[in-house]
């Protein structure tokens, strides 16, 4: 798969008429989405969601999803980050494999197992190994946790769903393995940033270009997993 690249061309803005009974909130979404080059993109490339490029610009940098890989994609619905991380590690070769997990139902995609669970049940981590065979070698996560419109409340459960990641992560990776996760601006603090800095060789925060300028998320990158 080619290097990700910024959408780039001009196109003419397209503005939303307020609709009666739509909210102005509404109105705003849907005009950043029809302007949105990334979800033109996205649209054209057959990508689920414009978040498949997220995942891209983070692997053009960091070089986790190498052929042969085995991956665990947490919270894959509908399946953009699953979608790319099979291509990248050749799951349609038959050299890669993909579990895509999600308690929201999710179409099939090549390349891919898809579970129906929850990771936070304890059966979960059995699971995934069973389906892979072994141990996993990238532990994906671009879970958010609602948002309340308040930062502090918003920035606590979203290190909180991150923290609950990284323990399940702890039980499927593999020596070496490599977990990332979305957090926000801030980044995974105290305990959390603590205990990945003892569990990997390496932590690091980027914020890929497709991630839009006004969003507050990040992402963490820890690879060289010791168990």
């Known amino acids: 798969m080619a290097r990700a690249q910024k959408p780039t061309g001009r196109r003419l803005a397209e503005r939303v008429k307020t609709a009666k009974g739509r909210k102005s909130s509404s ?6 989405q029809l302007n949105d080059p990334y979800v033109a993109e996205a649209r054209r490339l057959g990508y689920r969601s414009r978040a498949a490029f997220k995942l891209i610009q983070l692997d053009d940098r960091f070089h ?3 052929p042969g890989k085995r991956v665990l994609d947490l919270g894959a619905a509908p399946g953009g980050w699953t979608q790319v991380a099979a291509a990248r590690v050749k799951a349609l ?3 890669g494999q993909v579990v895509a997990l999600d308690v929201l139902e999710m179409e099939p995609l090549p390349g ?3 579970l129906l669970a929850d990771f936070l049940d304890e059966t979960t981590p059995g699971r ?7 141990p996993v070698d990238v532990v994906l996560s671009d ?5 309340t419109g308040h930062p502090a409340t ?20 593999a020596p070496g393995g490599v977990f990332v996760a979305k957090v926000f601006q801030g980044g995974a603090e105290g305990e959390l940033l603590a205990a990945l800095k003892r ?4 932590v690091r925060h980027a914020k890929p270009p497709a991630s839009r300028s006004e969003s507050a998320e990040t992402y963490v990158v820890a690879t060289g997993f010791r168990p």
């Open 27 to 32: 109105t705003r979404w849907l005009q950043r």
């Open 64 to 66: 986790f999803l190498s």
């Open 93 to 95: 070769d038959g050299r």
């Open 112 to 114: 891919a197992t898809v």
């Open 128 to 134: 995934v190994k069973a389906e892979l065979g072994g």
């Open 143 to 147: 879970m958010a946790a609602p948002t």
């Open 154 to 173: 918003d920035h606590l459960r979203i290190v909180a769903l991150c923290e609950a990641a990284f323990l399940l992560a702890v039980e499927v990776l």
């Open 199 to 202: 569990s990997f060789a390496s």
